[in-house]
């Protein structure tokens, strides 16, 4: 890591993007910059940017429902030299992560959505849901 990037461990950003599919560019580029600045694995990095393009995704169509006078909201933080916390929010009705049917079963497999909520759990290393789905964190080790 370099000296610049120790230096601004606590680095946090935040985005308040309309809900259309362009804001995804814009959620790409902080990440690009904060890999940059942080020099994190290529590996880690397929995996940040997966993720978090699911659940901003996510957020536009199902939650704020692509109303483009609701917000999605990104944050960035680095709370330590080894990790990089993610939390969107929208301002949607939220849903029931238990609710969510199995992307893997049988009867799902040729289904075409289903997906997102799956990768987030398995490319993050935590992920929690808060405020009735509405909120999601993830942590990732970089």
Known sequence: MSSSAKTRLMIYRQLALPSTPDSIHEVENVV???????????????????????AVNNSIIHGNKSDVNKKVYVEFEIPNSYRLLVRVHDEGPGFDIKGLPDPTAPENIDKIGGRGVFLMMHLSDSISFSEDGKLVEMTFNI
């Open 32 to 54: 690009d910059e904060i890999r940059q600045e942080l020099e994190f694995k290529d590996d880690v990095y397929a995996n940040v940017m997966v993720a978090l393009t699911e």
